[in-house]
């Protein structure tokens, strides 16, 4: 029940950094490993059977280091899978975040 509800969780707060998420491909960076892992990918597979959209993961475990890099560099991932709400804070003062409500219809 733990891991269901901590994967719900993490879906419910993923914010896009960057992008939007409707091209061909999507990009989605976490620090998941092992069985938690294992229960993403599985996620991952419905996102695309239901959209045609693939997914890749890029996982990390300096996840604000990568993140840092990538925006500077001009190449984030479409979806990052932040850890906590300093985190979602920080970059949300930077105007790093953008909310999957605007991007994405929910229905």
């Known amino acids: ?7 719900v969780s993490v879906l419910v ?4 950094l960057g992008s ?5 491909d999507v990009t989605v960076m976490g620090v ?5 892992l ?9 996102f695309e059977a239901k959209t045609g ?4 993961f890029e996982g990390t475990r300096d996840l ?3 993140i840092t890099t990538r925006l500077e560099a001009g190449n984030p991932p479409d979806v990052v899978a932040l850890q ?8 949300a003062s930077r105007g790093s975040l953008v909310d999957l409500r605007d991007v994405l219809d929910v229905d």
């Open 64 to 66: 604000p280091t990568v």
């Open 53 to 56: 959209l693939d997914a890749e």
């Open 1 to 7: 029940m733990r891991k269901k509800l901590l994967v």
């Open 84 to 91: 906590g709400l300093g985190m979602i804070k920080d970059y």
């Open 20 to 24: 939007a998420v409707m091209a061909a």
């Open 32 to 36: 998941w490993g092992g069985a938690e």
């Open 13 to 16: 707060m993923v914010l896009t």
């Open 38 to 46: 294992e229960a993403f990918n599985k996620v991952l597979a419905a």
